[in-house]
């Protein structure tokens, strides 16, 4: 489920050699990190339904803070933030924010409608 996360983690490499592989797979992968801390949190909800999707037991009813487009902007923006403070590499920060915003993209893609745009609105995706 996630080679294709990761395979953008490792495109990036090219166009940002500065930032390390692990924070570039980190950024890819931080929509899914948020969501199990959120889930264990009890600040977002999912449920097991056997059978209700294809390839995965669970019914992701309610992640708009790890999956939300506009939240996942803000993580980039975030992230991209903290690694340009920390190294001074512009290219790098901007590669690292649209890795994190890229998770969105590529489950809007594969996901039915369930991927929020932000937290309380509407929910899209191609269900491919």
Do not use: Q
């Amino acid at each position: 489920m996630f080679i294709g996360h990761f395979a953008v983690g490792f495109a990036a490499k090219k166009p940002a050699p500065r930032v390390p592989l692990a924070l570039l797979m980190a950024a890819v992968a931080w929509a899914g990190i948020l969501w199990t801390i959120f889930l264990l949190l009890g600040w977002e909800h999912a449920r097991i339904a056997p059978g209700d999707t294809k390839y995965t037991p669970f019914d992701l009813y309610d992640y708009p803070w790890s999956h939300g487009l506009l939240t996942l902007m803000i993580w980039g923006a975030l992230l991209g933030g903290v690694y340009w403070l920390f190294k001074k590499d512009a290219i790098g920060a901007w590669i690292m924010a649209a890795c994190v915003v890229s998770h969105w993209v590529l489950d809007w893609v594969t996901h039915r409608a369930d991927m929020p745009l932000y937290p309380g609105g509407p929910k899209s995706g191609l269900g491919l």
